[in-house]
């Protein structure tokens, strides 16, 4: 073979691992950003370091949102890695919203 096909190729695959990476999160960021529960990029790649599930999260928070409860990122952060329930918290922020119960986060 000849060199500058294997460069080429080297370069091919070192440029397809981040590319795989971002691919990844853009779909949820994407629905994050349509549905009004803005999550930045970053905030979503920081997560999967933090050992958070991303899904989690943005899920949850686009939940909130809609509902008219507004609540940040870094918020249900750090519930989920305290050990707690994101989505059944907000459930239960959301049912309480309805039924006119003032509950703080």
């Known amino acids: 073979m000849e ?3 294997i460069v080429l190729l080297v370069a091919a695959l070192v ?3 981040p590319l795989m990476f971002v691919l990844r999160y ?3 960021w994407l629905q994050a950003m349509l549905s009004g529960a803005t999550v930045t ?3 979503i ?3 999967r370091f933090r050992k958070v599930q991303p899904t989690t999260i943005v899920y949850s928070r686009i939940r909130a949102v809609k509902a008219g409860i507004e609540v940040s990122t870094g918020a249900l952060e750090t519930h989920y890695l305290a050990g707690g329930n994101v989505p059944r ?3 239960a922020l959301i049912a309480a919203d309805r039924a006119k ?3 703080p986060w």
């Open 3 to 5: 060199p500058i096909i």
């Open 15 to 17: 440029a397809l691992v």
């Open 26 to 28: 853009i779909g949820l």
């Open 89 to 91: 918290v907000v459930n």
């Open 41 to 43: 990029f970053f905030e």
């Open 101 to 103: 119960i003032e509950l």
């Open 45 to 47: 790649i920081g997560m």
